[in-house]
C-alpha cells in the first residue's frame, strides 16, 4: 500500500518536483542540534559557522550534509529554523528532522514550519533536501518511559507529514524515521518499517553495557546491529543517521572515552562506512559550546570552532 501510495505520489507531481532516490549515495555529514548547552537558540551566523567548518576539517573532505532535529527555529511556537537561511548560504544538503514527541500540537507546528519554509525559500531550500525523518529515537523513549511516541502514533505522524508535502516541491523527497537499532528490530514496531523509504540507525557501542562493549569490541557492536538492521530492512535502504564514541565522560560498561578511542572509532566505523557508500551523519562536529557536554561525543572542543583544534585525526 505504501509502494503504491508512493508511486501515485511520484506521477502526480513529475512536473513540478524531481525524485530524490532514497538509495545510499556517500552523503557525509553532522548533526545539528537547535540550540546550544546554555539553551540559547542557535542563529543563522552560528549554523552558517558550523557548516562551513565541516566542509574544510583537516584530513577529510566533502562533510557538506546536516541532519536536522526540527524545522522549527528554538524558543519559538513555529517559525522556520535559522539552519535553512545557513544551508542555503552555505550549500549544505539537509536531511530534515520534524520533533513529534511531546504533544499531539509538534507535529502540527513542525508541519507548519516546514510549509513555511517551502514558501518562504523555494527552490533555493527544496533543492538542498535529500530527505526526512519523521521523528527521532521516539520508539525507543516510548519503551523506556520517557517521553517518545508508541509506532501507531508514529505511523500517523508520517503520513499526516505525506499529505502535507504532496503537492510541493519536496514531494518527491524519501520520508524516513531515526531511532536505536533495537528499536526498529522490536517486532512491536514492525509496521513503522512499512510506512516509511528508508530507515535511520543510530548506534552507539559506547551505551550497550550489557554486552561486551570495550573500543576492542566496539566494531563487532556497530556491525551486529547494523547488520540486523539491513536484514530487517529488506530492500529499504538504511542510514547512519548518530554514531560515535565520546572524548571525554564516564566509563560505561567497558567502554572507555578517550581522544585516542575516538581516534580508533573513526577510523574503523566511519572510515569503513565512507569506503561503502552508506549515507553518515556523524555524531558529532561539536558538542560543548557554551556548557560541557557529558560524554563528550565532539570532533572539536569547546571554543571557537574556527581556532580550535580536533580532537583527533580525521584521516582515513
Ligand atoms: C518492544 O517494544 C514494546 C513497546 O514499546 C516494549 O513494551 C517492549 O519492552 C519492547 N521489547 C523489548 C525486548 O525491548
Ligand atoms: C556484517 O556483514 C558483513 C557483510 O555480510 C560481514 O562481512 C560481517 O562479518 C558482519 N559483521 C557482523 C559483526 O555481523
Known sequence: MRFTTSVLGLAATASTAAAVSAANSGIKGFNYGAFFLNQAAKQQADFAYEFNRAKSLPGTSGWTNARLYSMIQWGTASDVISAIPAAIETQTSLLLGLWVSGSDQAITN???????????????????????????????????????LPAAKLIDCISQVRSAVAGTALAGVPIGHVDTYDSFLNGTNRAVIDNIDWLGFDGYPYWEL??????????????????KTLALAGSKPVYVTETGWPVSGDTVGAAVPSKENARIYWEDIACSLIRSGVNLYWYDLQESQWGTASPDFGIYPAGDLGSVTANYDLSC
Not at 115 to 143: C, H, M, P, W
Not at 210 to 227: L, M, Q, V, W
Open 110 to 148: 513542525e508541519i507548519a514550519a516546514l510549509k513555511a519554509a517551502i514558501s518562504q525559500y523555494g527552490a533555493s531550500f527544496t533543492n538542498l533536501v535529500t530527505g526526512i525523518s519523521v521523528g527521532s529515537e521516539d520508539l525507543y523513549r516510548d519503551a523506556s518511559g520517557e517521553i517518545g
Open 210 to 227: 550489557t554486552k561486551p562493549n570495550s573500543i576492542g569490541d566496539a566494531h563487532e557492536r556497530f556491525y551486529d546491529g547494523f547488520n
